[in-house]
């Protein structure tokens, strides 16, 4: 005999999600890529579960998941014993994210041109500011956010979260190398002629061309003194 069922009593619907491994996992993805974005890790670094998971209050198994993730997208890279570390780029891998990076930010900011209100541009405006008041007091590590964050902003108003999300890999990949090489010198710009404040006035205009072309200046510039010390017998690893 088969169960009836009765149309006037229903089933109670679950309204929340338990938040169980996956989500720890998710937040440790999410603060280890901040890291590698910031430059907050070392190229050849070597990441320990346990330390990290310490760190984080949580345990190994999520911390694993997220470095795991991390290597799947090439952030990280693992060596035949499981040890995960940063991984050191060559000269010519780092030219690669250079190059992707110029073009899918240089879309961006074309696109952002046709779509950013006033009051987006006064925020990239607002964060350009701070990052050179940061350079002029030698505080590397908040310029490096700042940095961080223009680029990011911009990108974002261009509305295109799968350009987003590619823009965001690269970042995980070369971000390690921001922090090693920046803080042995300071801005290749001077702050009256920094490609950031072009992209500002570009957008003001709406100007798609100019904003491309100067977003691709300002990481080309960047990318000079880090694809030099690559170059050199020190660096000179292929990832």
Not at 15 to 31: C, H, I, K, N, V
Not at 165 to 183: A, C, K, S
Request: with cysteine.
């Amino acid at each position: 005999m088969t169960d009836q069922i009765n149309p006037d009593v229903t089933e109670p619907v679950a309204r929340f999600t338990p938040l169980a491994r996956d989500s720890l996992s998710q937040q440790a993805y999410g603060e280890v890529r901040s890291f590698l974005m910031r430059g907050r890790l070392k190229p050849g670094e070597r990441l320990q579960y346990r330390r990290i998971s310490l760190e984080l209050g949580i345990s190994t198994t999520p911390v694993r998941e997220a470095l795991l993730r991390l290597v799947s997208e090439q952030a990280l890279c693992m060596d035949a014993r499981g040890t995960v570390m940063v991984p050191m780029l060559s000269a010519e891998r780092y030219a690669e994210i250079r190059d992707l990076r110029i073009n899918l930010e240089g879309v961006a900011a074309e696109r952002a041109a046709t779509l950013a209100t006033a009051a987006d541009i006064d925020a990239l405006k607002a964060l350009h500011e701070a990052h050179l008041a940061a350079e002029a007091e030698g505080a590397f590590d908040r310029a490096l956010e700042l940095n961080e964050r223009f680029h990011f902003h911009l990108s974002a108003l261009a509305g295109q979260p799968v350009l987003f999300r590619i823009v965001e890999m690269l970042w995980t990949q070369g971000g390690p190398f921001l922090n090693h090489f920046y803080g042995r010198r300071r801005s290749v710009w001077k702050p009256v002629q920094h490609p950031h404040g072009v992209v500002i006035r570009a957008l003001r205009k709406g100007d798609g061309a100019a904003a491309r072309v100067a977003i691709g200046a300002d990481i080309r510039g960047g990318a000079e003194p880090i694809l030099a010390q690559l170059a050199s017998s020190e660096f000179a690893q292929v990832a």
